[in-house]
């Protein structure tokens, strides 16, 4: 599920650091929706200073990920499970359209690091959580790999969006890691250039994602 708005710029700041830490423990609930937020906690919980925690703050809040209200405070946004069908949308055009350009335009470095996404896929014994942060890294790694940083900026808000929906029925999914081993084909799709597969395998992962929530349900 970095400073500035391009998710392909900022990733050494402080900030940028701020920023996937606490992205990280909203996405995945470790801040629960609807809890309170306070910068000078969260600084002294991660170790930062409160200007690069409150730079973090408002990148997520422009991502939807918080929400703040005058005179009340900054809290974790409320999962609203009927923005499924609506986040499903923006994924199902894009996810596939990300595929084919990382199969198009991944380089050396990027195929070599898909190859060793795909090693440790095969590999995984993870379960919960910890399948959960490969799922984002893996989808994030092939984001990277299509070099547009505008696309990838994109993606990662709604791939946050969707991973909170998936982790509040975490445990009424009982196929996550098929699901995250569906990656495995589309990597090597992508590390292969072959496009139309790649594009074809990401529609699907999408399709899959949203009627196993919808199932849950």
Not at 31 to 37: A, F, H, K, T, V
Not at 45 to 58: D, I, N, Q, S
Not at 108 to 115: H, I, K, S, T, V
């Amino acid at each position: 599920m970095t400073t500035s708005t391009s998710a392909g710029q900022g990733h050494g700041t402080l900030a940028g650091q701020a920023y996937r830490s606490i992205s990280e423990r909203l996405v995945t609930l470790q801040i629960r929706p609807g809890e309170p937020l306070n910068d000078e906690r969260i600084a002294a919980e991660l170790g930062f200073g409160r200007t690069p925690v409150r730079e973090a703050l408002k990148r997520l809040e422009h991502e939807r990920l918080i929400v703040t209200f005058p005179r009340r405070g900054t809290f974790a946004t409320e999962v609203q499970i009927a923005d499924l069908g609506l986040i499903s949308e923006v994924r199902q055009e894009l996810e596939p359209l990300a595929a084919a350009l990382a199969a198009q335009r991944a380089g050396e470095g990027d195929r070599e690091g898909l190859n060793r996404l795909l090693a440790q896929l095969a590999d995984t014994s993870d379960s919960g959580a910890d399948l959960i942060r490969l799922d984002m890294t893996l989808h994030r790694a092939v984001y990277a790999a299509t070099r547009n940083p505008y696309l990838e900026d994109t993606l990662i808000r709604y791939d946050n969006l969707a991973t909170r929906i998936w982790c509040l029925f975490l445990d009424r999914l009982p196929g996550l890691a098929g699901h995250v081993h569906e990656h495995g084909p589309l990597l090597r799709a992508i590390i292969d250039g072959d496009a139309e597969k790649a594009s074809a395998l990401a529609a699907g992962h999408v399709k899959g994602f949203e009627a196993a929530i919808r199932g849950a349900i």
